[in-house]
């Protein structure tokens, strides 16, 4: 299973704080995209976190089982 977890904004845009998904080899951009089509989110909108490490390029990571990916909202502050 791979978890994923909403927090903030996005939690109450898909209405729930986390979701688990079966695991299938899947590259982390793609699950990005999938996630982009079923909940129409604004990908500017989020920073994504894998393992709970920020991540930059989405492209390259190939998810592993038990993978834990988190959306977070832009963060404030200054």
Known sequence: ???IKYFGML???TQ???EQLD???VKL???LE???IKYKFNPDSFHV???R???QDSEDITLQLQDEIALLPPFAGG
Do not use: G, Q, R, Y
Request: aromatic share 4%; glycine share 0%.
């Open 11 to 13: 939690a109450e845009h």
């Open 29 to 31: 951009s793609e699950l």
């Open 23 to 25: 695991f299938k080899a």
């Open 53 to 55: 490490k920020l991540v």
């Open 1 to 3: 299973m791979i978890t």
């Open 16 to 18: 729930c704080n986390e």
């Open 34 to 36: 999938d996630l982009n």
């Open 49 to 51: 976190a894998l393992n």
